[in-house]
């Protein structure tokens, strides 16, 4: 078992895919020769040649139309977009095709398809390189939406994410490419979908985080210990569907939450958590439910982009807040 990054374990995942199954294909700008722009694809054309992992003219409108076609046609294609920045032109094969194919053809067609994005800041990127939109992606019936935020989480949830039937956006941040090493076995084992996962037990209020801002809250959770404050903090994961029954029951535990994503505020995913918690835990709740966000802005150039993003520092503080809730 190595000790690999979150970037070394996709690229894995992606080499065991292509072994154990003759269908499955990849395909997106410079994935090939080049081993993509994060050289997640890096030396898989080489293995299994350019029948099976090709490059794509520069369009991600022609990336997710093949996607779909090709997934129609009994394939697995498992298609990358550079930059999620880029993803806006392909919202159009997503909505209006690879959501709803199932429900078009009463069943007879499935979409089993996988979207790779890497996503969200903190790499000091140029403009239409760092966005966060994933409450969008979220919103389309028929997708499901997945977030990493460990190496051996990437590696079992992008098997788990080529085998489904279904098509899934698989959204990786980026940030933590090369951030963290963890032992990861290239064993084959796909993690289950849809599930969140608690990865510290607390017992005065809840986080909820996924992607990137998983480390931050395990940063600002590490800092309220010491406050004598205990934090549960929940990788969310599937941020589409949402495990609502794990989330519920740990906000009926701790009665306090709080939701940190670095997409913008307004409409963004914490917005449906929040909705949902009011909705089925309002008796449970001692104080308001938080979100520490982005801002409703774009995501601005590298010397800003600090101001921007979530950080340690207001999870502390909003937990602070919270926390004078009798």
Known sequence: MADLTMVEAIRMALSRALEDDPDVIIFGEDVGIDGG?????????????????????LSETVIAGMAVGAATQGLRPVAEIQFMGFLYSAIDQLANHAGRL??????????????????????????????SMEAMLAHIPGLR????????????????????????????????????????????????????????????????????????????????????????????SSLKPI???????????????????????????????????????????LAPVVRVTGYDTVMPYAQLEDRYMPDAARIQAAAQHVMEFA
């Open 243 to 285: 495990d609502r029954s794990a989330v519920r029951a740990s906000v009926q535990k701790t009665g306090r939450c709080i939701i940190v994503h670095e997409a913008p505020l307004t409409a963004g995913l914490g917005a449906e958590i929040a909705a949902d918690l009011a909705e089925h835990c309002l008796t449970s709740l």
């Open 102 to 131: 199932r429900n078009r053809t009463r069943g007879r067609l499935s979409c089993p398809m996988v979207l790779r994005a890497p996503f969200g800041g903190g790499v000091k990127a140029p403009e239409h390189h760092s966005e």
């Open 145 to 236: 939406v997945i977030v990493p935020s460990t190496p051996a989480r990437a590696y079992g949830l992008l098997l788990a994410a080529i085998r489904d039937p279904d098509p899934v956006v698989f959204l990786e941040p980026k940030r933590l490419y090369r951030a963290l090493k963890e032992p990861v076995a290239n064993d084959g084992i796909a993690l289950t979908l849809d599930c969140a996962l608690v990865v510290r037990d607390g017992s005065d209020l809840t986080i909820i985080a996924w992607g990137a801002m998983v480390a931050e809250v395990g940063r600002a959770a590490d800092a309220l210990a010491e406050r004598g404050i205990s934090s549960e903090v929940i990788d969310l």
């Open 37 to 57: 722009v994060f050289r997640a694809t890096d030396g898989l054309m080489q293995r299994f040649g350019a029948a099976r992992v090709r490059d794509t003219p």
